[in-house]
């Protein structure tokens, strides 16, 4: 009955057990239960369905969306060691970390939704699909550790790995992307899933496949990949209890194969890096034999040392080499993105308001795909590969449908690493993103065929009045004077008061592109780049905005007033 | 596209017409008696007086205009790209003096400048008073240019503010200088400020063709008083002699067809309060057999169309007692040139306080010119005398026929 065969391990009915229900603990289910539905909560009550309508996006303050990327442990300090800058979840991680040290893994096995979802999927799915079963492959014990030295290896050189990795940036990101999926199917035509674009399969793909990973073994991201929990575990090794085996064990198994970290070694002894000491084994135990005691009591003699440092496949030293390595993978793969860094930042993404420089943006955006889905607008998207490995879902404004809305401020609230500055709404409207260029081959006012001036309304129902016009195509009459009722008036962009939201790119593209179908693009649109955009670290918007006006400001051309009725006429 | 149509915006605010609050002249008669000599000293007393604006605007223009004002813009009659000049396709300068963004090589031409970026855009419309007058005083010595600039602020005022007193103060040194101003513009001006009997005078004293035989002319004879001589003279319209122009040079047509004829008889009415009257003609123009109402080009609309719109706000107009309109903010859409427009009217005290444009789908240039209606309708607290500008009379009657139709249903 103990003998695992190579390969297949197939499960065996507890005989003259109660089965019980749950297989875990009942409060630990409730609160994973709890988390779980929180964070849906919070992330779909922002989805597109109930999205506030325009001039509805100031109501209030956004509740805290972003409170699961906060909490996991990873995305505050990397970013914090790749930006290096204090974040605003770095205390929230290192509080997280401390709690971890009391109770180990605690945010895996009660608070993390990725591994709750993980935990239904096997529930429901894995546990049916038995094909693809591994046997308990202790040599994969480690391999998150090394995956975590990478991350902070590319840090310290200033690339942001763990956004790819980091447990809950993956699972936003991926709901986001499936999400946006299907309510862009339900909401408007099933042909809008083609704006998706290889980014955004790239992270559905991601999540699915982590969720996939339960087939191999319940739980296999968690015991085996995610770094999060790897950094979680680290701490766990400080705690005061842990778990003990005592002299009354058979050696049944069923401890091993309930285990969902894997922290069971193949002579039963705990793997403490691993234990979230969540008790499934003791509830499983036939015999009872298995206790979480205190580090200094002393249990009855075990049969099994107390711990074991190693797993036998591999050694001490195979272990230190492998982070050796993986440091290095991680600082070979840091520095090849720096590269394609500098060559993709040329391509002048246009970025939300209020972000930091580039630079500095791609080293603390998380990727985590929160402030796409708290755009009311849906403005941004996440990039896709478009800008580089290392540019990959960071959020791109795409004014095409729609525009930035100048009652909105709420990228910046979901945004956990700051990366998006949370700015006041009238700073927010100072900052620029870009800067909009009419075409005037497609213009059609400018071109001569027929007056619009959607553009104009719409700059000026957002209270910007960027955009005036212009006469052009002037006749004259016989004694060449131009008439003043001949031509079009044609929009101008006036660029110090452009803020690049996009909303008349937006516009044109609704009614002349795809209403009249009279252009194939937008006639004006907005362009990033130097001196087009407004990008600091601290500091006021709106400062910014009035020394630039100040210094374009024309000198005053009189230097002594014109009186309103010259002598000479009087 | 639901999405694009649910954040399609609401309330889009033009010039504020009905915080136009022009200082009405004191009323110390009955307004409509004045002398000729009473309305001159009024002009002379708001015309000599500073505007408010004058201190805080700027004066501001491109560095490179040619302030010595040549006349022509050196390319003589015709469509100006054919000419060669500014290539919009290519070649494209830096833009030159502050702040105007275009792409396009900097104006160097006044009148150019005055009629491509001034008289388009509203927030420039001070500066260019300013400009104007600034040209003025450097080129005092120059009496062929000073007459120019006295007459230019003249339309300026007139055209731009609707300030009819500043505007006969300035085209009154015109003419002292020798200068000739629009005679009908200066007629209109003598009726505005309180006395009809001198535009009439001025009227039947004009010489050029444009006083006489132009549609202005006509509504200016109605407005008078002399509506049986202006639809006398709709009848006659389009005889020998040049089309003439209605406003800034628009070339007006040399003769109306006959439902054109009849839309105006029924605006004079309408106008004067003639409402059974307008009523008549419209019912005229919806008889006409098609074929004299289809539009000649895609500049005109329909006639039968604009009769059907007119009838209905009419018979409002009809009914209409604004004594009995309780204080409160009405709207009301009816169809104009582009699409719907939503017309918002704010009763307060018993008295019009404000009318607005919040919805429509004009092309600007046509709400910007039917502004003066809006405003008109709340100076005058009412509807009769209520310009409907040429050029743009669908969107004006638009915005009467909204008004009325809104306060109509508002009466208790």
């Known amino acids: 009955m103990t003998a695992s065969r190579a390969g297949r391990d197939k499960p065996q009915r507890l005989s003259g057990q109660p089965q019980t229900r749950w297989t875990g603990n009942r409060r630990r289910r409730l609160t994973q239960a709890l988390c779980l539905l929180l964070f849906l909560t919070l992330f779909f009550y922002f989805s597109r369905a109930h999205r506030l309508e325009a ?5 209030g303050h956004l509740p805290p969306v972003d409170l699961f990327l906060n909490l996991d442990p990873l995305v505050g300090l990397s970013t914090a060691l790749a930006a290096r800058a204090f974040v605003g979840p770095l205390v929230l991680a290192l509080a997280v970390l401390v709690i971890g040290v009391i109770f180990p893994r605690w945010f895996c096995g009660y608070v993390c939704p990725l591994g709750t979802l993980i935990d239904l999927f096997d529930w429901t799915l894995g546990r049916r699909v038995q094909r693809f079963r591994l046997s308990a492959t202790s040599r994969w014990v480690h391999l998150r550790f090394y995956f975590l030295t990478g991350i902070w290896a590319a840090a310290l050189f200033g690339v942001l790995l763990s956004g790819f990795g980091a447990a809950i940036p993956v699972l936003t990101r991926g709901m986001q992307s499936i999400a946006a999926a299907i309510q862009a199917g339900l909401e408007g035509d099933w042909h809008e899933l083609a704006s998706l674009d290889g980014g955004q399969y790239f992270a559905a793909a991601l999540l699915l496949v982590v969720l996939g990973l339960g087939l191999l073994r319940p739980r296999f991201w968690c015991a085996y990949l995610c770094p999060s929990g790897a950094l979680l575990s680290a701490m766990g090794t400080l705690n005061p209890r842990r778990r003990v085996v005592e002299s009354t064990c058979t050696r049944c198994g069923r401890c091993r194969r309930v285990c969902s970290f894997d922290a069971i070694a193949p002579d039963y002894s705990t793997r403490l890096a691993s234990c979230a000491h969540c008790k499934r084994c003791q509830r499983v135990c036939p015999q009872q034999s298995i206790r979480f005691v205190g580090r200094w009591s002393r249990p009855r003699p075990a049969a099994t040392p107390a711990t074991s440092a190693t797993a036998p496949a591999l050694t001490r030293r195979g272990f230190f080499l492998g982070l050796v390595g993986a440091g290095g993978a991680g600082i070979g793969a840091a520095t090849g993105l720096a590269h394609d860094r500098q060559s993709h930042i040329a391509s002048y993404p246009i ?6 420089p580039e630079v500095r943006f791609r080293r603390q955006c998380i990727r985590c795909g929160q402030c796409v889905q708290v755009c009311p607008a849906n403005v941004l998207r996440p990039a896709g590969f478009e800008l580089g490995i290392d540019g990959i879902w960071t959020p791109t404004l795409v004014a095409d449908a729609a525009g930035c809305d100048p009652s909105c401020n709420r990228c910046g609230q979901a945004c956990p690493t700051g990366a998006i500055r949370d700015l006041a709404l009238d700073e927010k409207r100072a900052a620029r993103l870009g800067l909009a260029v009419i075409d005037e081959n497609a213009c059609l006012p400018h071109c001569g065929k027929e007056a619009c001036g959607l553009c104009f309304s719409e700059c000026a129902a957002a209270g910007y009045h960027a955009i005036e016009y212009i006469r052009v195509g002037i006749e004259y009459d016989a004694g060449g004077r131009p008439l003043a009722d001949s031509g079009f008036l044609a929009p101008v962009v006036l660029a110090d008061r452009c803020v690049g939201c996009g909303l008349c790119q937006a516009r044109c593209h609704a009614v002349n592109v795809v209403e009249k179908r009279l252009l194939d693009g937008s006639a004006v649109r907005v362009a990033a780049g130097l001196g087009r955009e407004d990008r600091i670290v601290s500091g006021s918007y709106r400062e910014l905005q009035n020394q630039r006006r100040e210094r374009n400001r024309p000198q005053p051309r009189e230097t002594k ?6 002598d000479f006429l009087r | 596209m639901s999405r694009v149509i649910a954040f399609q915006r609401v309330a889009i605010v033009l010039l504020a017409a009905g915080v136009m609050s022009i200082a009405s002249p004191a009323d110390g008669q009955a307004r409509n008696a004045r002398t000729k000599t009473e309305v001159d000293a009024l002009i002379a007393q708001a015309g000599s007086s500073t ?3 004058w201190d805080t605007t700027e004066l501001d223009y491109p560095e490179t205009l040619d302030l010595n004002w040549p006349v022509r813009a050196g390319f003589g009659p015709g469509r100006f790209e054919e000419r060669g000049g500014r290539d919009r396709r290519g070649g494209r300068g830096r833009r030159g003096g502050g702040g105007f963004g275009w792409e396009q090589s900097p104006p160097t031409n006044v009148d150019e400048y005055l009629i491509q970026v ?6 420039r419309h001070k500066a260019g008073v300013k400009l104007v007058h600034h040209l003025m005083i450097r080129h005092k010595d120059d009496p062929e240019k000073l007459r120019r600039s006295l007459n230019t602020l003249g339309e300026m005022f007139y055209e731009l503010f609707g300030e009819y007193a500043r505007a006969a103060f300035w085209w009154q040194k015109c003419a002292a200088l020798g200068g000739g101003a629009d005679a009908l513009k200066v007629a209109r001006c003598y009726f505005e400020l309180g006395s009809p009997a001198t535009a009439a005078d001025l009227l039947s004293q004009a010489g050029s063709d444009e006083a006489r035989n132009t549609k202005d002319a006509i509504k200016l004879w109605a407005r008078i008083g002399e509506v049986d001589k202006a639809l006398s003279m709709i009848e006659s319209y389009g005889g020998a002699g040049n089309p003439g122009t209605d406003r800034f040079g628009f070339r007006g047509r040399r ?12 605006e004079i009415c309408r106008g004067a309060g003639r409402y059974d009257e307008a009523l008549a003609y419209y019912a005229k123009v919806l008889a006409l ?13 329909d006639d039968k169309f604009e009769a059907q719109v007119n009838r209905t706000g009419t018979e409002f107009l009809r009914t209409l007692d604004l004594t009995r309109v309780p204080d409160g903010s009405y709207t009301e859409t009816v169809e104009a040139y582009g699409g719907p427009m939503t017309v918002q009217v704010v009763v307060r005290n018993r008295r019009i ?29 009412g509807f009769e005398g209520v310009d409907v500008i040429t050029g743009a009379t669908v969107t004006s009657d638009a915005i009467i026929n909204a008004a009325a139709a809104a306060l109509a249903k508002a009466m208790e």
């Not at chain 1, 001039?55 to 109501?59: D, N």
């Not at chain 2, 001034?118 to 927030?123: A, E, F, L, R």
């Not at chain 2, 306080?353 to 709340?378: C, D, F, K, N």
């Open chain 1, 55 to 59: 001039g509805g996006a100031t109501a």
């Open chain 2, 118 to 123: 001034v008289y388009p855009n509203p927030s």
């Open chain 2, 353 to 381: 306080a404000s009318v607005e444009v919040t919805r429509h789908q004009e092309t600007y240039e046509y709400l910007i010119m039917a502004q003066p209606t809006a405003r008109q309708i709340g100076q005058k607290q």
């Open chain 1, 561 to 566: 007033r014109d009186e309103y009725l010259p």
């Open chain 2, 51 to 53: 505007p408010d604006w």
């Open chain 2, 289 to 301: 057999p098609n074929s004299e109402t289809r539009p000649a080009d895609h500049h005109e609309t």
């Open chain 2, 255 to 266: 003769s109306m067809s006959q439902s054109s004829k009849y839309l105006l008889a029924a």
């Open chain 1, 351 to 356: 970025r939300p308001p209020g972000s930091v």
